[in-house]
């Protein structure tokens, strides 16, 4: 993998652009969509890092297989799905969580499973970055400090979430309406959306994100997703959903 140090700095740069255009589309379409697919259509987001980005904390071979392969096959069931519901383009994917009783009955588990598929790892990939940054700031480190005492407070209890999930799914810090936060954890692809809560930071916990390099020892992997967490951008996600 070719890595220098000036195709790092650009890629950063990419990347930061890349995340600003993902967090402006991000709420008004299905996601970002290109020319050639048809209206409506769900295209798969660019990483918007290098696959070993994320060295040693998570693999590249993990990486690349978990965007190219996963979320790239949640994105063409979606897709195949929306094909037959065209009353739904121009809905954006959140929209449909948000109130999945109002999804047609015949796409509704399809949007369920595979759209949550596609809008958690959305959100997994724009979180992460080399080496982390510093830990939470400004409002959202007053939140964390007076709901869970502190940021150790924290990650004791998203550490918790994501180590006690059984089988498949999510941990997640997230925000209700009222501003109140909370880890909270989801089974399989469901989101906090379709709660009404909003995600601000996840973890995936499905053998898939974690099995190659850890194997079964996913406490592990939980101590190493610590290390590359881009707090900036979950900052900017609860200044977002708090207005
Ligand atoms: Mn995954």
């Known amino acids: 993998m070719n890595t220098n140090l000036s195709s790092l700095s650009r890629r950063d740069a990419i990347r930061r652009t890349a995340l600003l255009g993902a967090v ?4 008004s379409r299905f996601s970002v969509t290109s020319a050639a697919e048809a209206p409506g259509a769900v295209s798969l987001p660019p990483l918007g890092y290098a696959y070993d980005a994320l060295e040693p904390h998570i693999d590249a071979q993990t990486m690349q297989i978990h965007h190219d392969k996963h979320h790239a096959a949640y994105v063409a069931n979606l897709n195949k799905a929306l094909a037959g519901a065209p009353e739904l383009a121009g809905k954006t994917i959140e929209s449909l969580l948000s109130d999945l009783e109002t999804v047609p009955e015949p796409v509704r588990m399809a949007v369920r499973n595979q759209g949550g598929g596609h809008a958690n790892h959305a959100l997994f990939w724009q979180q992460l970055r080399k080496n982390g940054s510093h830990g939470p700031s400004g409002d959202l480190a007053k939140a964390i400090n007076s ?51 909003t995600p601000l930071l996840g973890i ?40």
């Open 24 to 27: 402006a589309a991000f709420g």
């Open 147 to 197: 709901t869970f005492g502190d940021f150790a407070g924290f990650q004791k209890q998203f550490t918790e979430a994501a180590t006690k999930q059984f089988g498949s799914g999510w941990a997640w810090l997230t925000v209700a309406p009222n501003k109140q936060i909370a880890v909270e954890s989801t089974s399989n692809q469901d989101t906090p959306l379709s709660k009404g809560r």
């Open 204 to 243: 995936d916990v499905w053998e898939h994100a974690y099995y190659l390099k850890y194997q079964n020892r996913r406490p592990e992997y939980i101590t190493a997703f610590y290390q590359v967490i881009d707090w900036d951008v979950i900052a900017e996600r609860f200044k977002k959903a708090v207005g």
